[in-house]
């Protein structure tokens, strides 16, 4: 079956602009994940939805990180503001109920110039 | 504060030259310790879950195994094809986040 997909691949931005970045999570996985991979640096946790509902977002790093997954599917994640130190690899992750191994997506390179 | 810590940075094998990768962790109440394989401009692939000190997995020329500080990932007669990073992860407490350590950067030379 399909795995995880995420749009854009590459996204280049300027400072200070808003951004969207969109998950498509495996079909019937209830748990979803954001995370961020810097280079050299393994993936850092960001959000994890439960359904529809947030159920830990303690890994946002401030209120211009915002995510959101209206139908209990699809994820998207909104960076307002934009700074130079945002750019990163966001990697999503969808599990079947949380419990299980989180199965990644191949990921959104942002790059705020 | 939960951790993981994974040695070397890098290794370069030769093929069929066989290794072990390390990862050291602390956490509270451990649920799980994952290992993913990272290719180049790709998302981490699943490898293996372990539990519980004393388990084992086995996925082709690669073993898992755990203990209750550490797990290692067993590579045998490995192969150019194996190359790329290797992350261990846990997921800890209450919560189903993973904390990963910063991987190793395995070459197999052929």
């Known amino acids: 079956g399909a795995g995880v997909s995420q749009t854009p691949s590459n996204k280049v931005t300027e400072k200070g602009k808003y951004v969207e970045l969109r998950c498509d999570p495996i079909?019937?996985?209830?748990?979803l994940y954001w995370y961020r991979q810097s280079l050299g640096q393994g993936p850092e946790f960001l959000i994890y939805?439960?359904?529809?509902?947030?159920?830990?977002d303690s890994g946002l790093p401030n209120d211009r990180f915002f995510a959101v997954r209206p139908e209990g599917s699809v994820s998207t994640l909104k960076i307002q503001r934009t700074e130079r130190g945002d750019s990163a690899v966001y990697l999503c992750?969808?599990?079947?109920?949380?419990?299980?191994?989180?199965?990644f997506g191949p990921g959104t390179r942002l790059t705020v110039t | 504060e939960d951790q993981v810590t994974q040695s070397p940075e890098a290794l370069r094998l030769q093929e069929g030259e066989s290794s072990s990768l390390n990862c050291s962790y602390t956490?509270?109440?451990?649920?799980?310790l994952f290992w993913y394989r990272q290719d180049p401009g790709k998302g981490p692939e699943f490898l293996f879950t372990l539990y519980s000190a004393g388990e084992e997995k086995e996925k082709e020329r690669l073993k898992a195994t755990l203990t209750k500080k550490e797990s290692f990932l067993h590579i045998t007669a490995p192969k150019p094809e194996d190359s790329a990073t290797y992350l261990c992860a846990v997921r800890s407490g209450a919560t189903n986040k993973l904390i990963f350590g910063t991987g190793t950067l395995l070459a197999v030379q052929p």
């Open positions: 956490v509270s109440g451990l649920r799980g």
């Open positions: 939805f439960q359904g529809t509902g947030a159920a830990d």
């Open positions: 079909s019937g996985h209830t748990a």
């Open positions: 992750a969808s599990s079947f109920d949380g419990s299980g191994e989180q199965y």
